[in-house]
């Protein structure tokens, strides 16, 4: 017996492969071993508009959308051509508030900012015509008058979070060339590798890119909750209330962020391979 446990094989030494450790597994060169190490679920309830929801902390997300200089910064793309952008600045103070608090329990912050290809290849003809219907002015990729910026462009000023909401480096960005955050992006990989079943929105336009991103979530099978006083547009009233009656309606829940603070409260991020 003894000599049959001397020539036993010792276990091989596993190295962990992946980029999230919500999901890696592990492998050497004899051996892969593909149990993913399980997070055990955080509840937390959430009052939203018309019932109390509970939501897994552990599997949940915020996406924050537009939150940029060419559309929240009185001197960017839409100040430019006469927009003013006040009401798209009033969720700062809110989203100042809550990300930190999601981010001490271990929420992901992704950032869904709309950022062109330099060339502008993977935009159609029937993409540009709506910011530029008449083809003359300025609209997507060209160059704001006085500084230069050319609208949208990715990793340019213009389509830089604003100041007052800076991104931290355990942050997730994502650029996005449609209303939705989705389309031709990788927004959908990331969330699925990080184990997310749950998104919280915030950002602007709420009846544009908020709630296009948010639809299409919908139908990928994501539990969705619009953080109304983190969303703004520059719409109608009409429009804004529109967006909250197809949200409760159709797609998701509504909710404040007051509401998501207190679920949140008392809450500790778990670590793999540690305790609560």
């Known amino acids: 017996m003894t000599d049959m446990l001397a020539c036993e094989t010792p276990d091989p030494v596993l190295i962990p492969l992946g980029s999230s450790a919500r999901n890696s597994w592990s492998v050497s060169s004899s051996h892969a071993n593909l149990v993913r190490s399980s997070v055990p679920p955080r509840a937390a309830s959430v009052q939203a508009q018309d019932k109390i929801v509970t939501i897994d902390l552990a599997r949940t997300a915020i996406i924050v959308v537009d939150m940029q200089n060419d559309f929240c910064h009185p001197r960017g793309w839409l100040g430019h051509i006469g927009v003013d952008v006040t009401p798209l600045r009033?969720?700062?103070?809110?989203?100042?508030?809550?990300?930190?608090?999601?981010?001490?329990?271990?929420?992901?912050?992704?950032?869904?900012?709309?950022?062109?290809?330099?060339d502008l290849l993977n935009l159609s003809p029937?993409?540009?015509?709506?910011y530029k219907p008449t083809g003359e002015g300025v609209g997507l990729g060209d160059p704001l008058p006085g500084s230069g910026a050319r609208v949208l462009e990715r990793e340019s000023w213009s389509a830089a979070i604003v100041d007052e909401l800076s991104p931290e480096p355990s942050d997730i960005l994502v650029s996005k060339y449609r209303m939705s955050g989705f389309q031709d992006t990788e927004l959908d990989s990331i969330?699925?590798?990080?184990?997310i079943t749950t998104l919280l929105f915030a950002g602007v336009n709420a009846d544009q890119c908020v709630l296009c991103t948010l639809q299409d979530a919908n139908f990928r099978g994501y539990d969705c909750l619009l953080v109304s006083d983190c969303t703004a547009t520059t719409s109608p009233d009409y429009c804004m209330e529109a967006t909250l009656y197809n949200v409760q309606q159709c797609f998701g829940f509504v909710t404040q962020s007051s509401a998501v603070l207190a679920a949140v409260e008392g809450n500790k991020p778990y670590e793999l391979g540690g305790t609560r």
Do not use: F
């Not at 700062?92 to 950022?115: F, T, Y």
């Not at 029937?126 to 709506?130: E, G, K, N, T």
């Open 90 to 118: 009033l969720p700062i103070p809110s989203l100042r508030r809550i990300l930190p608090a999601l981010r001490a329990v271990d929420v992901p912050v992704v950032w869904l900012n709309w950022g062109n290809r330099p």
């Open 126 to 130: 029937a993409l540009l015509h709506v």
């Open 191 to 195: 969330l699925r590798n990080l184990g």
